[in-house]
C-alpha cells in the first residue's frame, strides 16, 4: 500500500495555442495548493502561475534564461518550486513544437542529478508535472495526480513532493555541486 495519496483527474482542453500549456482544471489546481507561498517556476512557457517564472523564450516568463543558469545563481529557498519540462529530447519533436532547446530531466542524469540537489537545499514543495512520477532520497511524495489527458494522448503525473530536511526557517542540507 503506498504511503502517498494517489487521484486521477482529467487533463482537460488548454485554453490557447501554446504547445504544451496547462490546462484550466490543473491550473485551479497549482493556484489551490500554493495560494500565496513564495513559488519558483521552471520551464514556465506561457503561464503566469509563480512570483518568479523562468522560460528560456516566452515572454509570460520573468526571466527569459535558461534554468540551470537560473538555479546556478539562484541562493532563495522557496515555499513551492512547480515545474512542467520538457518531455524527449528529440531533436525534431522539440522543432515541431517550436521549443527552443530540448532539456529533458527524466533522460539526463547530469541534468537530472543538478537539480534535484538543488531542490534539496532550496526548495520545500515541489509540484512536477511529467511522463514520469520522480522520487529521490531528501523528498517524500506527498500525492500524485494522474493527469488523463483522453483519446490516445499520453498520461501524465503532477507529483507533489516535500522536502523531509530543509524548514522554512532556512535550514539547510549539505549538498554540494560545481
Ligand atoms: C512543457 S513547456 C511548459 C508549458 C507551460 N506549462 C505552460 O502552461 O505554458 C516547457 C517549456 O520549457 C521551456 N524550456 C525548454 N528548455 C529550457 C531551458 N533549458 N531553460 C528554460 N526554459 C526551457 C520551453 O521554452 C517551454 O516553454
Known amino acids: 500500500m503506498a504511503d502517498f495519496k494517489c487521484e486521477a483527474i482529467a487533463f482537460g482542453t488548454p485554453e490557447g495555442t501554446y504547445p504544451g500549456m496547462f490546462s484550466p482544471p490543473l491550473i485551479k489546481l497549482l493556484k489551490s495548493l500554493i ?14 502561475i509563480g512570483h518568479t517564472r523562468i522560460d528560456l523564450e516566452h515572454e509570460a516568463a520573468t526571466h527569459n534564461i535558461d534554468v540551470i543558469d537560473f538555479l546556478k545563481k539562484d541562493d532563495n529557498i522557496w515555499d513551492w518550486v512547480i515545474l512542467d519540462p520538457p518531455y524527449e529530447g528529440s531533436e525534431s519533436l522539440y522543432k515541431d513544437m517550436n521549443y527552443a532547446k530540448p532539456c529533458p530531466i527524466g533522460q539526463d542524469q547530469k ?4 537539480i534535484t540537489k538543488w531542490f534539496n537545499d532550496h526548495a520545500i ?8 512520477a520522480p522520487i529521490w532520497s531528501g523528498v517524500k511524495r506527498e500525492k500524485v495526480w494522474l493527469v488523463l489527458p483522453g483519446g490516445y494522448r499520453k498520461v501524465r503525473a ?4 516535500k522536502n523531509i530536511y530543509l524548514r522554512s526557517n532556512g535550514v539547510r542540507g549539505l549538498a554540494n555541486y560545481v
Not at 541534468?111 to 543538478?114: D, I, Q, T
Open 35 to 48: 495560494g500565496q507561498d513564495k513559488t519558483l517556476h521552471l520551464f514556465s512557457g506561457s503561464s503566469t
Open 111 to 114: 541534468l537530472r542529478s543538478f
Open 125 to 132: 514543495n515541489i509540484l512536477w508535472f511529467d511522463w514520469c
Open 158 to 161: 503532477l507529483s507533489h513532493l
